[in-house]
């Protein structure tokens, strides 16, 4: 970012990607409106931001919250409730909570002249029939499917970001992302990277969805968060692929994490759930090109990384997140 002093609005700033960009805009010295529900985020996760002057913590959902009285020059919008559990279990606040919250963040930053980064995923691509896949795929989904509350919000949230930039000359972003994974989350994640680590902790069994076969790609939240600041900046309209350009089976990915923690932990297989891909791998091509952006850490570091951070914070070393 530029050496003015801006000031920016990040929705689910509470949540696990949103606290590291909090946490990124006010050490570059910006000014950060953090909103959050605190449905899935955690106000620990930016409890060393508290007594920051330049960090102000707003307890509302985006719905409902009081976005008139804020000012800012730009929106990091990732506020969303994920998670397959709770995608299968509550549908409706799952897809209610995403469109609702993003027509409304839109049609507000359209008024104010506010840019706009939506925050998408892959998740938009499906059960890909393209491989790797690259911004031009379409994706290949089930719309009544059980994944699809999830899936179609984020999915008809591109194409709202794409109405408003029509008829309202909207300033928007979106970034569609891959697996992030690091240090911060919360402890009944239910995501693979910490399901895995906990288990192995505990030298509980790591339990896979089908045959362990299925791949993803796995990107450090680090790297996550350089790619948003600079599609931010770039001022770039088209969705753009963030993540890790290479793909790891997620029985590799827990024969790793058996290795890292020292665990002897078994691996299960249970039966498949809710529709899952069987292969996830970004084209990175256009961040190369138009952000200058690729990720720097390697699955095996990041992972080290995650790990050292769950273990210090299970022994009482962290106070909040750090």
């Known amino acids: 970012m530029g050496k003015e002093k801006k000031a ?3 929705t689910g700033g509470a949540g696990f990607i949103g606290n590291h960009l909090c946490r990124k805009l006010v050490g570059n010295g910006y000014k950060v409106i953090c909103v959050d529900s605190l449905i899935t985020g955690q106000i620990e996760s930016v409890g060393d931001l508290l007594d920051n002057p330049g960090f102000t913590f707003v307890e509302e959902d985006v719905r409902e919250a009081g976005l008139n009285a804020i000012s800012v020059d730009g929106v990091f919008h990732l506020a969303a409730i994920c998670g397959v559990p709770r995608v299968e279990q509550q549908p409706l606040q799952i897809i209610l909570n995403i469109l609702e919250g993003t027509s409304r963040i839109l049609a507000w930053a359209a008024e104010k002249k506010v840019r706009v980064l939506f925050v998408s995923s892959s998740e938009i691509y499906g059960n890909p029939q393209v491989h790797p896949q690259s911004e031009r795929y379409w994706g290949y989904t089930n719309p009544v499917g ?3 509350p999830y899936v179609e919000a984020k999915r008809a949230g591109e194409a709202l970001c794409r109405a408003y930039r029509i008829e309202k000359g909207l300033e928007v972003s979106v970034a569609r992302l891959f697996n992030v994974y690091g240090p911060g989350f919360r402890e009944d994640d239910p995501r693979v990277i910490p399901r895995f680590i906990q288990a192995a902790l505990a030298g509980e069994p790591l339990n896979l969805y089908g045959t362990g076969e299925a791949t993803r790609s796995f ?3 680090d790297d996550i968060i350089q790619g948003l600041v600079s599609l931010m900046d770039s001022g770039f309209s088209d969705p753009v692929n963030l993540g890790y350009p290479e793909e790891t089976e997620i029985r590799e990915l827990a ?5 890292i923690t020292d665990s002897q932990s078994d691996i299960n297989c249970l039966p498949t759930i809710c529709e899952d891909p069987l292969r996830r791998l970004p084209d990175i091509s256009k961040a190369k090109e138009l952000l200058k952006w690729e990720p720097k850490t390697t699955l095996e570091v990041g992972l080290r990384k995650t790990i ?6 299970r022994a009482g070393r962290f106070v909040g997140y750090r």
Do not use: G
């Open 308 to 313: 050292e951070w769950i273990v210090k914070k």
């Open 219 to 221: 990107c450090y939240v």
């Open 8 to 10: 920016y609005m990040v």
């Open 255 to 259: 024969k790793i994490i058996l290795r």
């Open 146 to 148: 059980p994944r699809s």
